[in-house]
């Protein structure tokens, strides 16, 4: 959660003319509702099936010359972690001060921490960030690592 997912993918995807799916966007264009709409109407547990299926759909869909965005509680899910396994996962493993930073600055509504106080806040992060590290198969600290990563990948062809 605001680790520079959707930013990153996006520019990834316009500088080498790759196929972005980014699966928050299509479950709100195909539902007709927002996240946060989602969860306020139908809670987490219907909004994590959706992400679900949107991830095995994308995931199906992929050619080597697609990046796929996904929210990042879809790691939370072990039929997801088992989905990623069959692409490239990069993590953007953020600071948490800038995590908070940007919850705190950015306009987003996030429903999951509506409410919660910077610890709980933490507790999350972590919990999460552990099964990204397990499931990734590359870890990168900021934008300028990760262009650099895809271009050794693209080298490696």
């Not at 095995?56 to 869909?61: D, L, N, V, Y």
């Not at 001060?97 to 996030?110: A, D, M, Q």
């Not at 870890?139 to 062809?157: H, P, S």
Request: proline content about 1%.
């Amino acid at each position: 959660m605001a680790a520079g997912k959707s930013v990153a993918a996006a520019r990834l995807a316009a500088e080498r003319n790759w196929h972005l799916v980014d699966l928050d966007q299509q479950i709100e264009e195909s539902i007709g509702r927002t996240i946060v709409e989602i969860f306020a109407d139908d809670g987490e547990a219907v909004f994590r099936k959706l992400e679900s299926a949107y991830l095995q759909k994308a995931i199906s869909a992929a050619t080597c010359q697609s990046i796929i965005a996904a929210g990042g509680g879809v790691i939370l899910s072990e039929e997801n972690r088992c989905l990623l396994k069959q692409v490239c996962v990069i993590f953007l493993d953020t600071d948490f001060k800038e995590i908070l930073r940007r919850l705190r600055t950015i306009s987003v509504r996030r429903p999951l921490i509506a409410g919660l106080d910077d610890k709980a806040i933490r507790q999350l992060w972590e919990s999460r960030r552990q099964l990204y590290i397990k499931t990734s198969h590359f870890v990168v600290k900021n934008i300028a690592e990760l262009t650099e990563l895809v271009d050794r990948i693209l080298e490696r062809g």
